[in-house]
C-alpha cells in the first residue's frame, strides 16, 4: 500500500492529504549540493540550448518561425524573477518579472521590507536612508549585472530538506 493515506485526521471541515514519504535517516549533502548546482546551472543549459536551435533555425528556410520553441521557463529565460509569488516566513514576496538583477533585488526584496518597517513601526527616518541603501546595493552589484538568471532555492535550511529511498534503490535529496 504504498502512498496509502491510512489515518484520518479530523480538522473541521478542511483537511490536507498528502503522500507519505519515508525520509531516510542521515543526509547526502555532497548529492544535495550536487543537485542544487544543477538546478542552478538549469536556466543557462535552457538558453544555450535556445541559441542553438535558434541557430539551426536560421540555416533552414523551410522551418517557419511559427516553430520555434516559445519563451518559457523550459526554453529559458533572460529575466529576473518568478511566475508565482512565494513567501519569506509569513510575508509575501511578489516576483514580478525584471529585466536586471539589481533592480529585482531592490524593488521586491530591500523595498518591500523597508516599507514594511516604515508602516508597521513608523521608521520615517529609514526612507531617507533606504535610497541611499539602494544607490549602495545598485554599486555594489553592478560587477554583477552579467549573471545569468537562475532558480534558486529561496528557503533552504538543514530542516526543510531531507532524503528519499528512489524505485532504483538510489537515495536522492528532496
Known amino acids: 500500500m504504498d502512498n496509502a493515506v491510512e489515518t484520518q485526521l479530523g480538522i473541521g471541515t ?9 525520509f531516510q535517516h542521515g543526509k547526502d549533502w555532497a548529492e544535495a549540493g550536487k543537485q542544487l548546482a544543477r538546478m542552478h546551472a538549469k536556466n543557462n543549459e535552457n538558453l544555450k540550448d535556445r541559441e542553438r536551435r535558434s541557430r539551426l533555425l536560421s540555416f533552414n528556410s523551410e522551418v517557419s518561425e511559427d516553430s520555434e520553441c516559445p519563451d ?11 511566475h508565482v509569488a512565494t513567501c ?7 516576483n514580478e518579472w525584471t529585466d536586471s538583477w539589481t533592480q529585482f533585488f531592490i524593488c521586491h526584496r ?7 518597517l516604515v508602516e508597521k513601526h513608523n521608521e520615517r527616518d529609514l526612507l531617507e536612508l533606504s535610497e541611499m541603501l539602494y544607490r549602495k546595493t545598485e554599486d555594489l552589484l553592478k ?10 532555492h529561496g528557503d533552504l535550511w538543514g530542516g526543510n530538506w531531507s532524503t528519499v529511498c528512489t524505485d532504483s534503490g538510489d537515495v536522492q535529496p528532496i
Open 72 to 82: 518559457s521557463l523550459e526554453s529559458g529565460t533572460e529575466k529576473y524573477g518568478f
Open 88 to 94: 519569506c516566513g509569513r510575508l509575501p514576496q511578489e
Open 14 to 22: 478542511h483537511a490536507l492529504v498528502t503522500s507519505y514519504i519515508d
Open 143 to 152: 560587477s554583477r549585472e552579467n549573471t545569468v538568471p537562475s532558480l534558486v
Open 110 to 116: 530591500l523595498k518591500p521590507q523597508i516599507d514594511l
